[in-house]
């Protein structure tokens, strides 16, 4: 198999210009970044609005493994494999974040023959949304110890100033620091976060045009006064800075797979500290000029999936006809208790194995992801990532569970090895699934209070027993629930690796308490966030980044990123 960076060469891709005619807009729609890479102008949006829906199909997995799943990978795979069997497939996903791609994860651009072009900039700067984020949510910040210095006419509690700063960055010291020393500002504690966990962020990827943006970016709020009334972006009149930065950003960017299937990349949410999905507005202009759109949602079913179904469906009024469930072999062997990974060691013999015990044992998590699914009344279909050294015992007894335990079907992908061609089967069973009809329900309504929707979450995703609350938890709730934040949906917290709050809990833990350790408002983005467990918002850099691997030659070519 030839490298990524190989494969991304030599794919036979078209000028930008073509893949946005293959979704009916011309030149005068696009504002092209090079060759390969364009956005689409908002003012697109009246003259396709009322084209009919196309099919609307989410890709989320399992709990991830150190292995990783492939779940980028599917998507972009079957986006191309509908376009095999005479489908307009649009593929729509985020973008990484450079934290990330410098740290430990590397960039997320699909694999193998199924991944997007270009890859390099899609990995890094782009077309620059990031850096309005970031500039638009610094601006605020620096808006705030502004109002400080100059009286604090607001009557800001210094102690209950929420807002922090953001870098597109891993980097651990930034977490908590102090600001402000020397008399050149009001000093106090605060820190940063990576951007993607901005408020900023998940705004743009919740708005459908500038006028929401502009009202969700005054509605943020960064702190209280001392009798905890919210001070917001409108009061301190910087929101509409805010939203001249980000305006440019609000339009989804275009580029292509090597196949040449469109593909929308939209902002970048994290899955597990913010709602982990690519825009709204991109999904929009996708199912209005694709027969079938896949997006892609963040970490598992749990994660991801759950927030797309319970806040970016309820905001964008999008109903998804059909879900697909990645899996690997090797992934629900890990989840089986077998294989521990050590950064830089190959894999260990055991997960090459074939061991039906630890398939079987693995695969309650998948049963778990199927309910989580099939609970929000959306039919599923799993998708076996297959790699050389799977067993074809292991994938026979991963089918058969899967459909036993509701999936409407359970098919191997090869589009790694083979490209659309390898997604065929999974393809025409997506189509068959979307046919069925989707009974698509919310998990809450939003009447509920802010505890009995954590509750919900809590007991029916995950599988917790019992919910505790910190004091402090349990006094912001006392507090948004008496200015009328009670009715936002739940965006939770917490970590990735496992179902539960714990990240050591493999499998399907069950009969365990979830912690509630504080409640933060995201209150232009429209939800609450609940910390469960040690939430970290600032990644720190591992032992060995993958940043130490990059390079560049003398002929600018860029080394190792890939």
């Not at 960017?253 to 040449?260: D, V, Y």
């Amino acid at each position: 198999m030839k490298s990524d960076l190989e494969i991304s060469r030599n794919a036979k891709v078209k000028r930008i210009e073509e893949i946005a005619k293959i979704l009916g807009f011309s030149e005068e729609d696009i504002i092209k970044y090079g060759d390969y890479i364009a956005k689409i102008k908002l003012s697109v949006w009246d003259r396709i609005k009322n084209n009919r829906n196309g099919k609307y199909v989410v890709v989320t997995g399992i709990t991830p493994t150190p292995l990783g799943e492939g779940k980028t990978t599917t998507t972009i795979g079957l986006g191309q494999a509908l376009n095999k069997v005479g489908k307009k497939g649009v593929v729509c996903i985020r973008q990484p974040t450079l934290g990330p791609v410098f740290g430990i994860k590397g960039g997320a651009h699909g694999g193998g023959y199924a991944q997007i072009y270009p890859l390099t900039e899609f990995d890094l700067h782009f077309t620059g949304d990031s850096y309005a984020v970031y500039t638009a949510h610094n601006l605020l910040s620096s808006y705030i110890d502004n109002h400080l210095y100059r009286k604090n006419k607001l009557g800001f509690n210094v102690s209950k100033i929420t807002w922090r700063r953001v870098i597109d960055l891993s980097d651990r010291c930034l977490r908590h620091v102090i600001i402000g020393l020397r008399g050149d500002g009001f000093t106090r504690e605060t820190g940063f976060d990576i951007t993607s966990a901005s408020e900023v962020m998940a705004i743009l990827a919740l708005s459908k045009n500038l006028r929401e943006l502009r009202e969700r970016l005054g509605k943020i709020v960064v702190g209280f006064t001392y009798d905890n009334k919210p001070i917001t972006a409108e009061d301190l009149k910087v929101a509409g800075s805010m939203a001249v930065l980000t305006k440019d950003a609000l339009m989804p960017n275009l580029i292509q797979t090597i196949e040449r299937t469109p593909v929308f990349v939209h902002t970048g949410p994290f899955g597990n500290i913010a709602h982990g999905n690519s825009s709204i507005i991109a999904d929009l202009f996708a199912v209005k000029t694709g027969d079938f759109v896949v997006t892609e949602a963040g970490f598992g079913a749990d994660l991801g999936a759950e927030k797309f179904f319970n806040i970016k469906c309820r905001y964008s009024g999008l109903t998804p006809d059909a879900s697909v469930l990645v899996v690997t072999v090797r992934a629900l062997k890990m989840h089986g208790g077998v294989g521990r990974i050590v950064p830089g060691k190959p894999l260990p013999p055991e997960i090459l194995e074939e061991n039906l015990e630890a398939v079987k044992r693995g695969s309650e998590n998948m049963i778990k992801q199927i309910e989580n699914i099939k609970i929000h009344g959306v039919p599923v279909v799993v998708a076996i990532n297959l790699f050389p050294d799977d067993h074809d015992s292991e994938v026979e007894l991963i089918r058969k569970i899967a459909i036993d335990s509701g999936a409407e079907d359970a098919v191997v992908s090869e589009v790694f090895s083979k490209g659309g061609e390898g997604g065929i089967d999974l393809a025409k069973a997506v189509i068959k699934a979307s046919e069925k009809g989707s009974n698509f329900k919310f998990l809450y309504p939003l009447e509920a209070s802010i505890e009995e929707k954590i509750e919900r979450i809590a007991k029916e995703i995950y599988g917790a027993k019992k919910i505790s609350y910190s004091k402090k938890a349990k006094r912001k709730i006392k507090l948004f629930s008496s200015l009328g934040y009670d009715k936002l949906p739940i965006c939770m917290a917490k970590t990735h690796l496992s179902l539960s709050h714990d990240p050591n809990l493999k499998g399907r833990p069950e009969g365990f308490d979830f912690p509630i350790e504080d409640i933060r408002l995201s209150s232009g983005a429209g939800f609450l966030v609940p910390l469960a467990g040690d939430i970290r918002t600032m990644p720190g850099l591992p032992s060995v980044p993958s940043g130490n691997f990059i390079d560049i030659d003398d002929d600018g070519n860029i080394i190792g990123l890939h």
